[in-house]
């Protein structure tokens, strides 16, 4: 019975992943974001960070692009009275620095904390204006999302999210990792963000994006260790209307195998203890991708012999094959991240796949068992592991 269990178990999760990607594949084919003539010209950037020494390589990386790249464009980084790079952001020409004090006390925390000083700050004297949240290891690729702005803005969409690209840290696996990211974005977040004006499955922190009025009336102020999951949410309650953006952000991919199980855990457990207050539909379409995930570590070794199984159980001809079809799938994006890699580290990559999907199947395992429960900040500075010795820093395509 137990076996039996288990054989259904990788047979859903497979069908499950299999569906949210068919319908993602429409989406691609289906929706196109529109532009205007003109960029817009009431954009404001936004850096929230936690101004650690741990993010200094990237913080400094990600300042230094922006500033250039939107130089006509005001830029705020916002961090916590007494950080470490406090002064240094001060001084930092081009930016202009807003310290979240100690004593400012709002039920958001972490990151979600410092878009709440700021919306309460400076957003409330120009709702009318947009505002790019941008982290602190995004580089900004494209300005699509300048002449989107005017287009949505006159049919009165609310907020937009960009498409993800992994860019190399210190360790080849994670950079091969965070190939799902893109993935996701090009189909299911593109179906839902984008062709249904709907984040049912949540929002991405880089190059956030909203209307004054939007976050001043949906805001930031509840806590959670996902502010942005719970921002869109909101979003959805509100019937605030969302798209896509065609424009790229690249994301530095973590530093080693812990730091991504660390990041993947915050955004399960974060994502689980908020399913429960959002709307019915959030919660059947997120839910079911958590509870696959959650599931998932059975699904990969099912997925080699689905059709043999699915035939020994009676079941449909589609579900025989959906758990392989869902293997391949995900299998092909890191073998699309590994192949852009040089020398024998490509090689090597190539044959970590499984590698790849046991990590990433054992990340909610990881939450429940060790990852803590508050919001986790990663280290972003860039120091070799050894993971990624010898090879080149890359940077995945857009598509």
């Avoid at 994670?174 to 963000?193: G, K, N, W």
């Avoid at 869902?326 to 192949?339: C, D, M, R, S």
């Avoid at 044959?351 to 790849?356: D, F, G, M, R």
Wanted: hydrophobic share 45%.
């Amino acid at each position: 019975m137990l076996t039996e269990l288990i054989l259904y178990t990788g047979i859903v999760v497979g069908t499950v992943l299999l569906s949210y990607f068919a319908l993602g594949v429409l989406a691609y084919i289906a929706y196109t974001p529109h532009q205007a003539d003109s960029k817009a010209e009431d954009v404001t950037f936004v850096v929230p960070t936690i101004g650690a020494a741990a993010v200094r390589d990237s913080l400094f990386e990600c300042l230094a692009h922006h500033t250039e790249k939107f130089a006509d464009y005001d830029i705020y980084v916002v961090t916590d009275e007494g950080a470490d790079l406090e002064a240094e952001l001060r001084a930092y020409d081009g930016v202009e620095t807003m310290v979240v004090p100690d004593e400012y006390d709002p039920t958001a925390v972490a990151k979600g904390r410092a878009i709440q000083y700021f919306i309460q700050q400076v957003v409330a004297d120009n709702p009318d204006g947009w505002y790019s949240f941008i982290d602190d290891d995004n580089l900004v690729r494209g300005e699509e999302f300048l002449y989107e702005i005017p287009y949505y803005d006159a049919r009165g969409y609310g907020a937009m999210n960009s498409v993800l690209t992994p860019r190399q840290g210190n360790s080849a696996l994670t950079y091969v990792m965070d190939h799902i990211r893109l993935l996701d974005d090009l189909t299911v977040f593109r179906a839902f963000t984008g062709l249904f004006k709907r984040p049912y499955i949540g929002f991405h922190g880089e190059l956030l994006t909203a209307r004054g009025d939007v976050l001043r009336d949906v805001g930031f102020d509840r806590e959670s260790i996902v502010e942005d999951y719970a921002f869109a949410a909101e979003l959805i309650k509100a019937g605030v209307p969302t798209w896509q953006s065609a424009t790229r952000v690249s994301i530095l991919s973590p530093h080693s195998v812990t730091d991504l199980l660390k990041q993947r855990s915050r955004w399960y457990i974060g994502t689980w203890n908020l399913l429960w207050q959002t709307s019915p539909v959030t919660k059947l379409l997120t839910g079911t991708r958590l509870l696959s995930w959650t599931a998932a570590i059975v699904a990969g070794p099912i997925a080699f012999v689905a059709g043999q199984i699915g035939g020994d159980l009676g079941l449909p001809w589609l579900f025989q094959v959906a758990p392989f079809l869902a293997g391949v799938v995900y299998g092909g994006t890191y073998a699309y991240g590994a192949v852009g890699l040089g020398g024998w580290t490509r090689l090597r990559m190539v044959v970590s796949i499984p590698l790849c999907v046991i990590c990433e199947s054992i990340a909610p395992i990881y939450a429940v068992t060790v990852a803590d429960r508050d919001f986790t900040v990663i280290n972003k500075t860039d120091v070799d592991d050894g993971d990624n010795a010898n090879t080149i820093p890359n940077e995945s395509p857009a598509d």
